[in-house]
């Protein structure tokens, strides 16, 4: 699973994956409350909750900007 580069506090709680280098590669996994970050992990935010082409930002509320509606 591709991961954000960025870093996150240990107490930001939507970055749920906890990762840790190891001898073979990064060692990831869930953070849980059962099982919560450990010594030496760092949060990571998994890039499809980020990614701005799976979560393009909402089209404009056409009914929030009415100032141009008032002056006719």
Known sequence: MPLDLDRYPDEDERANVAVMPHH???YCRVVT????????ERRRM?????????NPPPPPDL??????????
Do not use: S
Not at 33 to 40: I, V
Not at 46 to 54: G, I, K, M, R, S
């Open 24 to 26: 073979t590669g990064p």
């Open 33 to 40: 409350k059962d099982e919560p970050l450990r010594d030496g």
């Open 46 to 54: 998994p890039h499809f909750a980020t990614c701005p082409v799976l």
């Open 63 to 72: 009914f929030t900007d009415t100032d141009h509606m008032m002056e006719r």
